[in-house]
């Protein structure tokens, strides 16, 4: 059984960098998509950053200068971290795992960042 295990998330101020960890379990995946999607409140659950099994990654336009994602394989481990926060970033984020080759998709129970300005 997948089970995906969020954590990092909290109230920051504007400006300030913050990581997000999410370690993927009972996964026996070769090909994968790991990355974080956030939804803020009243909008569409929205992608931000993906990291390919093979080590590519992909960003979110509104983040891409700011936020990086990385990959520990022995853990199995993502982490999200973004730097320069702004307001408009606050959301929950979710981590996300997705087969690439079914485009099975799995889901965390999500991580709590708000952004005071």
């Known amino acids: 059984q997948v089970h995906l295990a969020e954590s990092g998330g909290r109230l920051v101020q504007a400006g300030d960098s913050l990581r997000l960890s999410c370690t993927a379990s009972?996964?026996?995946?070769?090909?994968?998509?790991l990355g974080w999607h956030r939804q803020a409140p009243g909008k569409e659950r929205e992608f931000v950053a993906g990291i390919f099994s093979t080590g590519g990654s992909t960003f979110a336009e509104p983040v891409k200068d700011r936020f990086t994602i990385s990959l520990d394989n022995t853990k199995n481990t993502v982490f999200l971290q973004m730097t320069s926060l702004k307001p408009e970033d606050t959301a929950v984020y979710y981590c996300?795992?997705?087969?690439?080759?079914?485009?099975?998709?799995?889901w965390g129970q999500g991580t709590q960042v708000t952004v005071s300005s």
């Open positions: 996300n795992l997705r087969d690439v080759i079914t485009m099975y998709e799995y």
């Open positions: 009972g996964h026996t995946l070769s090909r994968y998509v």
